[in-house]
C-alpha cells in the first residue's frame, strides 16, 4: 500500500545542534502509527517540521492524499497551507482558543474548509448565511462524536482536562485532514481517560477513514493502538516495526522502555 | 474590617507622603519680601489625605482579592452585574428605543455648544470601533493608528484644495485610502508580535506626522489646511447653528454604519480568524488560517474607519494641521478601547463617550484633568481590567435530540 505520509531524510539543524539526522518515516493509508522515544528524541520537532512550523534543512516530506491530488511535496510550507492539503495536528502543551467557546473552537478548524470574505462577511448574503449555518451544524456533529456536546458553549479554559485534550482533537478533526498527528494525547490522564481516548482514536480511524501519527509516552496506549511504531532517540530513527518487535528490541529497551523486571508497563 | 497590619502600613504611608511633599507643600519662599513662610498646617492635611486614601485603597484590594480568583490577562469575560441585569429583564428594548429618541432629539435640547462636544465624541466614537478591531479582535497593539486618522483628514483637505473634491466623494475615498494605508503599514510589521509590533506601530504613527509636518510643497507643514468646507446638502448653505446640527446627523448615521459592519464582521468567519488570531498564533496557523491575511485584513479595516472618521474631522474643524495627530492622540485612543472594554462594541462606545464628554463636563476641574485622567485609568485597570463592558461570545442554541 502506498504511504499517505512519506518523510526520507529529514534533517533539522538549530545552529550547530541537529535534532533531527536523516529520519525516514512513512504512514499508509488507515493506519495508526506511533513514533515512540525519550524526551528530546526530536519528535515534536520532527511534528514541527513537517507541520511547517520549521523548514526542514534538508530531506523531503512527501504526502499522498487518499482523496486524490497526486505527490506534493511540503517542505517549507507555511502551517496553514500544509493544514488545507490535509494533515491536521494537536499540541503537546494544550494551545485552544481560551477564551472561544467550545464551539468556536471546533468552527475555527472549519475556517480553512470555508470560502466566506469580507463582503460576504458584510452583506450576509444567502450563500454566506447557509455557510455558516452549515458550520455551526458541522461543528456541532463533531463534539457529538467526540463527546464534548455538553459544552458547547462553555469557555475552553473552563473545561476539565481530559476534555481540553479531546476538544484540541475534534477541533484538528473539523479541518477535514486525511491524516491527524496527535502529540501526546493522553498526557497527564489517568486510566479511565486513557481508556476512553483509545476507543476515541479507534472509532476516529473507524468511522471517519483518517490515518493516526501519534506521539506517545504511556506504553499501554502505544502497544495497544499502533500497527506500526518508529522509535527516536537523539534525533534518529533507532527501530520501527510492529509492537512486538518494539518490545523486544534490545536497543529500544535499552533506550526507552526499560529491563524487563522494572517496566511491567510493557506487558500486554 | 480593618485590620492592624493595614491600618500600620496607611500609617507609614502617611509618613512617607508627609516627608515627600514637606518641601512643596510647606515651604513658600516670597522673593519679593525675601522671607520663608512656613505652612505646618498643610502637612496635616496630607497626612490625613493619604492616611485614608490609603486605608480605602487597601480595603478595595482585599475585597477585590476575596471576592474571586485572580484576574489573569485574558481572563477577563465576566460580564458586569449591570450588564446582566439589562440583558436579562425586559428593560433591553425599551432601553435600546430611549437611546435612539435620545440620539434623534439631542441637537434640538441641546445647545450648539453640546452638540459640537458631541460631535467630537462621535468621531472618537468610529475611530474607537476601528481600533477595536486590530487592538481588541485580532489583538494587535497598535500605538500608530492616528496615522490612518492624519490620512483621512489629510486626503479630504487636499483632495478639496487641489481638485475641489466634494465632501461626499471624500468620505468614501477617504475609507479607501485608509484600508490602503492599512496594509502599508501593515505589510512590516508581520512578523512582529506584542511590545515590538507597539514600538513599530508607534514610529509609524510619528512618521506620519512628521512627513506631514516637514513636506511643506505637499501638506503645506505646521500652518496647516484651512477652509475646509463642510459638507453640503445639494448645495444648500447652512448656518453655523444648522451646519453643526447637520454634521451631527452625519456622524449618527456614520455611527449606525460602523456598528453594523463592525458587528457583521465580528460574529463571521473572518471575526473568528482574528479572535483565534489574538488567543494562540501558532494555534490559528495550525488550523488553517493564513496569519498574514488575516493580520492585514485586521489593519486595513481597522484603518479604513479612521480614514472615513478623519474626513468628518476635517469637515468639522474646517482647519487641520500635524498637532492634531500625535502620539497622544493615538493613547487617548487606546484608552477608550481598553477602558470600555476590549472587543465589545457597547464598551467601546461607552469608552469614548466617557473619555471624551468627561472632560469637556468637568471643565471646571481642568487644572486636574490630566490627574484624573490618570488615577481613573490606574484604578479601571486595577479593578476592572476587562473595561467597562467586556465582551461576551456568541451563545448558539441546539435543540435537544430526543431518542
Redesign the interface.
Known amino acids: 500500500m502506498e504511504a499517505i505520509l512519506d518523510v526520507t531524510g529529514l534533517t533539522m539543524d538549530f545552529g550547530g545542534l541537529r535534532a533531527l539526522d536523516a529520519l525516514d518515516l512513512d504512514v499508509r493509508s488507515q493506519e495508526i502509527v506511533a513514533l515512540i522515544g525519550p524526551n528530546g528524541a526530536g519528535k515534536t520537532t520532527f511534528f514541527n517540521c513537517i507541520t511547517g512550523i520549521y523548514k526542514p534543512t534538508k530531506g523531503d516530506v512527501l504526502i499522498r492524499p487518499p482523496a486524490g491530488g497526486g505527490e506534493l511535496r511540503i517542505n517549507g510550507l507555511k502551517p496553514n497551507q500544509v493544514t488545507e492539503r490535509g494533515m491536521a495536528r494537536t499540541f503537546q502543551n494544550i494551545r485552544l482558543f481560551q477564551n472561544m467557546t467550545v464551539l468556536e473552537n471546533v468552527m475555527i478548524g472549519r475556517h480553512c474548509r470555508m470560502h466566506a470574505g469580507i463582503t460576504g462577511a458584510v452583506m450576509r448574503n444567502a450563500a454566506t448565511r447557509a455557510e455558516e449555518k452549515q458550520v455551526v451544524r458541522d461543528s456541532y456533529a463533531i463534539l457529538e462524536k467526540i463527546g464534548l456536546q455538553q459544552y458547547v458553549n462553555d469557555f475552553a479554559k473552563n473545561l476539565p482536562y481530559g476534555a481540553q485534550r479531546r476538544l484540541e482533537i475534534a477541533r484538528a478533526m473539523a479541518t477535514e485532514p486525511f491524516l491527524l498527528l496527535l502529540d501526546e494525547p493522553a498526557a497527564g490522564m489517568n486510566a479511565q481517560e486513557t481508556k476512553e481516548l483509545d476507543e476515541l482514536i479507534l472509532k476516529i480511524r473507524a468511522e471517519e477513514h483518517i490515518s493516526i501519527l501519534l506521539i506517545e509516552h504511556d506504553m499501554k496506549l502505544v502497544m495497544s493502538l499502533s500497527d506500526r511504531i518508529f522509535v527516536m532517540d537523539y534525533g534518529r530513527r533507532i527501530a520501527q516495526g510492529a509492537p512486538e518487535e518494539i518490545r523486544n528490541n534490545p536497543e529500544v529497551v535499552k533506550a526507552y522502555l526499560g529491563e524487563e523486571d522494572t517496566e511491567d508497563a510493557v506487558e500486554a | 474590617m480593618l485590620n492592624l497590619e493595614e491600618v500600620k502600613r496607611s500609617f507609614f504611608t502617611c509618613l512617607w507622603f508627609m516627608f515627600l511633599t514637606f518641601p512643596i507643600m510647606v515651604i513658600k519662599v516670597d522673593t519679593i519680601d525675601e522671607t520663608v513662610d512656613w505652612r505646618w498646617e498643610r502637612i496635616l492635611w496630607v497626612g490625613a489625605g493619604s492616611f485614608v486614601l490609603s486605608l480605602i485603597w487597601r480595603y478595595l484590594i482585599r475585597r477585590k482579592e476575596l471576592g474571586g480568583k485572580e484576574i489573569e490577562a485574558?481572563?477577563e469575560?465576566t460580564p458586569s452585574k449591570f450588564q446582566e441585569l439589562v440583558r436579562k429583564s425586559g428593560f433591553y428594548y425599551p432601553i435600546l428605543i430611549a437611546a435612539g429618541i435620545f440620539v434623534l432629539i439631542f441637537p434640538q435640547v441641546f445647545s450648539m455648544y453640546q452638540t459640537n462636544i458631541m460631535n467630537t465624541a462621535l468621531i472618537y466614537v468610529v475611530v474607537g470601533l476601528g481600533l477595536n478591531i486590530v487592538v481588541g479582535l485580532a489583538g494587535l497593539l497598535d500605538l500608530g493608528y492616528v496615522a490612518f486618522y492624519a490620512v483621512g483628514a489629510y486626503s479630504y483637505a487636499l483632495l478639496n484644495m487641489h481638485f475641489g473634491l466634494n465632501f461626499w466623494f471624500a468620505l468614501p475615498l477617504g475609507g479607501l485610502l485608509g484600508f490602503l494605508f492599512g496594509i502599508i503599514l501593515g505589510f512590516p510589521v508581520l512578523r512582529l508580535r506584542g511590545d515590538y509590533l507597539a514600538i513599530v506601530t508607534l514610529g509609524f504613527g510619528e512618521i506620519i506626522r512628521l512627513v506631514l509636518e516637514n513636506w511643506n510643497a505637499f501638506s503645506k507643514g505646521p500652518s496647516g489646511i484651512a477652509s475646509i468646507p463642510r459638507p453640503g446638502f445639494f448645495g444648500m448653505e447652512f448656518s453655523i447653528n444648522q451646519s453643526i446640527d447637520y454634521m451631527y446627523y452625519l456622524m449618527v448615521a456614520l455611527v449606525i454604519f460602523t456598528i453594523f459592519?463592525v458587528r457583521?464582521?465580528q460574529d463571521?468567519?473572518?471575526?473568528?480568524?482574528w479572535?483565534?488570531l489574538r488567543?494562540?498564533e501558532?494555534?490559528?496557523?495550525?488550523?488553517?488560517?493564513?496569519?498574514t491575511r488575516t493580520k492585514l485584513?485586521a489593519f486595513a479595516?481597522g484603518a479604513t474607519w479612521a480614514g472615513m472618521a478623519g474626513v468628518m474631522f476635517a469637515a468639522k474643524t474646517t482647519f487641520i494641521n500635524p498637532a492634531s495627530f500625535t502620539i497622544w492622540e493615538s493613547i487617548i485612543i487606546l484608552c477608550v478601547v481598553v477602558l470600555g472594554g476590549m472587543g465589545s462594541i457597547v464598551g467601546v462606545i461607552c469608552g469614548a463617550l466617557i473619555l471624551i464628554l468627561l472632560p469637556e463636563y468637568l471643565r471646571a476641574l481642568s487644572e486636574y484633568r490630566m490627574l484624573i485622567f490618570g488615577v481613573v485609568l490606574v484604578c479601571m485597570m486595577v479593578f476592572r481590567p476587562g473595561g467597562i463592558v467586556s465582551s461576551v461570545?456568541?451563545?448558539?442554541k441546539?435543540e435537544k435530540e430526543d431518542g
Open positions: 485574558g481572563d469575560d459592519v457583521r464582521l463571521s468567519r473572518i471575526g473568528r480568524a479572535i483565534a488567543e494562540d501558532i494555534a490559528c496557523q495550525a488550523m488553517g488560517i493564513d496569519k485584513t479595516l461570545r456568541r451563545v448558539y441546539f
